[in-house]
């Protein structure tokens, strides 16, 4: 064993320092979102001041959370991170609704879209790599839903299979890719930033996008799912676009999300109660000072209207084709691959810690609470592979408002996936667990005065509270305004409370 490893009594290794621990941060921030959700939001907000603004706020909250899990983070600093926190703030149930979730959608949905977005793009490199060649047509499983495997299917199950293997291998490997990628596709994301800005800027997208920077145009009506709510939009007035910048807000926090993954891996991290908070800071940091930068260079690069209607929402890919013309397709997609693989290569690496942290307290299946010879949870990691590329394989059959199947240019049905339905129910909910473990923060507060707190949250009560009064107004918006995607997510997570009741009967002390 190197000698900067030290292999702790729960059989982890202290693997990660602060460095690593910051790379695991940024690393599984990064994914795609930040070069395609630019579009939605600007269909929201309609405006560049607005688009903006919507990053610096996501940034605020982003940064303010991560302040406030690092007290969290130094007070319980071993494996299962938020999970714990939740534990331990209220009790083991509440932790195990957020495992379960996690286990269920959050982690694997978003590891599955990860692992399909590498390959979509990694097929505009290789077009062999497609959503059309198929290995095994779809076969239709009722009216809504099917099964296939497309090429590009196939090469994201490999890239899952890939990772999940180098991880279980030990924490040293994984650990180097992860640091390798993800400062690979942080100087790429900055190359971007300083292409757009010096290069890609123009007189004509400058003066339509900051001539009226705070008048939307262009903008989508949102139409309630409660017939007593009223249809509105960024146009419609103050009221209109509150609304409009809380639903923009999906986008943004969902590609800020993650953060939180490398207190999952608390337990491998050196000096956890100093390394999490400040690692935690520093990744966010840099991340939304990142994502705001590059969302400057696409508003001054092109027009809000061509942002609003870039190609399959791929604003960074119309960005770099207006600076470089055909290459910039290419240029971005091995920038998207780039990232997307170390992101789950972090998210891999996390996810399987807190699938130990709950078996270890009886509330999952015991093999994921062992570790192999090289100190990692190899089985933790294979069941997350399993159900990640179970994610991967079915497919929801696409219908109009008419409910009539969309059909492409060859009159063959098109379809979606089962995992973007998913992860579009559990937004609502994992806004929900963050504003819970912040509140936590108050609870241990008042539970536990004299506990040891080696770091305590930057700007407490303050800041947190104002987290989770803007938390709750975006989740009280999403309830009214996408109620048709927000229900559903919490039946998810209810789907927790007989599995707990079960888990609990079987692993009962004995009296």
């Not at 600007?42 to 982003?62: D, F, I, M, S, Y």
Request: proline content about 5%; glycine content about 10%; charged content about 10%.
């Amino acid at each position: 064993m190197a000698g900067d490893l030290k292999v702790e009594t729960s059989g982890f290794v202290r693997g990660l320092g602060r460095w690593d621990a910051t790379m695991v941060v940024a690393g599984s921030m990064i994914g795609s979102g930040v070069f395609i959700v630019g579009a939605d939001i600007a269909r929201q907000v309609g405006a560049a001041g607005w688009v903006l603004l919507a990053w610096v706020v996501t940034g605020l909250l982003t940064v303010i959370a991560a302040l406030s899990y690092g007290e969290l983070a130094a007070m319980f600093p071993e494996a299962g991170g938020q999970y714990v926190f939740l534990r331990e703030a209220y009790s083991p149930f509440w932790g195990f609704l957020y495992g379960w979730a996690l286990f269920l959608v959050i982690q694997t949905g978003t590891v599955a879209a990860v692992a399909v977005a590498f390959s979509r793009y990694l097929g505009v490199l290789v077009p062999a790599i497609s959503p059309g060649e198929w290995i095994v047509p779809p076969v239709d499983l009722s009216t809504n839903y099917a099964v296939s495997l497309s090429t590009q299917q196939l090469v994201g199950v490999l890239m899952l299979v890939l990772l999940t293997w180098t991880n279980a291998r030990g924490l040293a490997l994984g650990r180097f890719i992860q640091n390798v990628f993800t400062s690979t596709k942080t100087l790429a994301l900055l190359g971007l930033i300083v292409v757009g800005v010096v290069l890609g800027a123009n007189l004509d997208a400058v003066h339509s996008n900051f001539g009226a920077p705070w008048t939307p145009r262009g903008v989508n009506t949102i139409m309630p799912d409660l017939p007593f709510v009223p249809a509105t939009g960024a146009s419609a007035g103050l009221f209109g676009l509150l609304v409009a910048f809380c639903v923009a807000q999906v986008g943004s926090l969902f590609s800020s999300d993650a953060w939180n993954n490398i207190t999952f891996a608390a337990g491998e991290v050196k000096d956890p109660r100093r390394t999490l908070a400040l690692s935690m800071a520093l990744g966010t940091s840099l991340v939304v000072v990142l994502y705001l930068l590059a969302h400057v260079a696409y508003l001054v690069t092109l027009p809000i209207e061509a942002i609003q209607n870039a190609p399959d929402d791929r604003v960074a890919t119309a960005a770099l084709s207006t600076i470089c013309g055909g290459a910039g397709a290419a240029i971005m997609a091995l920038a998207i691959v780039v990232s997307t693989f170390g992101c789950n290569n972090g998210l891999i690496l996390a996810g399987a810690r807190v699938y130990y942290a709950m078996a270890q307290d009886g509330l999952f299946f015991r093999s994921t609470g062992r570790l192999n010879n090289r100190h990692v949870p190899a089985a933790g990691l294979w069941l997350q592979c399993a159900w990640a590329v179970l994610l991967v394989l079915p497919r929801t059959r696409l219908r109009n408002a008419a409910g009539e199947l969309v059909r492409g240019a060859d009159g063959a049905p098109l379809y979606g996936n089962v995992y973007s339905n998913l992860l579009d129910y559990v937004v609502f909910a994992v806004l929900l667990f963050y504003i819970l473990t912040i509140a936590g923060l108050f609870v241990l507060r008042r539970t536990r005065p004299h506990a040891e707190r080696p770091y305590r949250a930057f700007g407490y009560p303050l800041l947190p509270a104002l987290y989770i009064v803007a938390a709750t107004v975006i989740a009280a918006v999403l309830l009214a305004y996408k109620t048709a995607t927000t229900w559903p997510g919490l039946v998810i997570v209810l789907t927790g409370v007989p599995a707990y009741l079960l888990w609990r009967r079987r692993h009962r002390p004995a009296a």
